[in-house]
């Protein structure tokens, strides 16, 4: 089948910067929407952002200003850049994909830590 594995996180400074990325492998027909979710401890998975495969972009209202979302087609890869982080932002970042054929799946999470 399919798998997306999430790389990139770790532990970073209140303002500064983390770059995700998520790469698709396996049996790929074509991959719809991308995106990147998060969870919090104690708190449900929520959405950070979605692209389309023609770039079309969502955006969590309250992180637009702080965090972008790109894709690479041919490489089947997703981005998240996140800037000027703030702890809130800890949390594991997910990435999610819809494949033709296969559907929904999730990657296993990769964790983000905004600490001094």
């Known amino acids: 089948q399919v798998q997306l594995v999430e790389s990139g996180g770790g532990l970073v400074q209140p303002g500064g910067s983390l770059r995700l990325s998520c790469a698709a492998s396996?049996?790929?027909?074509?991959?719809?929407?991308m995106g990147w979710y998060r969870q919090a401890p104690g708190k449900q998975r929520e959405l950070v952002a979605t692209?389309?495969?023609?770039?079309?972009?969502n955006y969590a209202d309250s992180l637009k200003a702080r965090f972008t979302i790109s894709r690479d087609n041919a490489k089947n890869t997703v981005y998240l850049q996140m800037n000027s982080l703030k702890p809130e932002d800890t949390a594991v970042y997910y990435c999610?994909?819809?494949?033709?054929?296969?559907?929904?799946?999730w990657g296993r999470g990769t964790q983000v830590t905004v600490s001094a």
């Open positions: 999610n994909g819809f494949f033709v054929r296969w559907g929904d799946r």
């Open positions: 396996g049996r790929i027909f074509g991959i719809n929407v």
């Open positions: 692209i389309t495969s023609d770039g079309s972009t």
